[in-house]
Nanobody, 128 residues
Framework: QVQLVESGGGLVQAGGSLRLSCASS????????MGWFRQAPGKEREFVAA????????YFADSVKGRFAIFRDNAKHIVYLQMNSLKPEDTAVYYC?????????????????????WGQGTQVTVSS
């Protein structure tokens, strides 16, 4: 069982920045690809970004490309989502997730069922 705990959400004005963190309890954290998803009220959970186990490969949804960055600190078992130039449409609950079936060279998943473990979520609200 892997526990994931997100933090860093909050209220920010449009154009501002936030950095989300996700701490993992897994001793094999560096083996897992990690992803960030978000869910707005009344909408399905959608993919935001993913990163490979060693951090060399990343993948972003078109809606956040160029504004968001994902990176990880394998020594601390933390994955981060840096969000810049935030827009009101970025408002959602943000979830981190672990893909424990990932192996080096495999594609990074952008679907909910590609991830085994999930955090509880952190709210991000962007005001206009």
């Amino acid at each position: 069982q892997v526990q994931l705990v997100e933090s860093g959400g909050g209220l920010v004005q449009a154009g501002g920045s936030l950095r989300l963190s996700c701490a993992s309890s897994s001793y094999t954290f560096s083996d897992h690809a990690m992803g960030w998803f978000r869910q707005a009220p009344g909408k399905e959970r959608e993919f935001v970004a993913a990163i490979s186990g060693n951090g060399d490969n990343t993948y972003f949804a078109d809606s956040v490309k160029g504004r968001f960055a994902i990176f990880r600190d394998n020594a601390k078992h933390i994955v981060y989502l840096q969000m810049n130039s935030l827009k009101p449409e970025d408002t959602a609950v943000y979830y981190c997730a672990a893909d424990v079936s990932y192996y080096p060279g495999r594609y990074l998943s952008n679907v909910v069922y590609g991830y085994t473990y999930w955090g509880q979520g952190t709210q991000v609200t962007v005001s206009s």
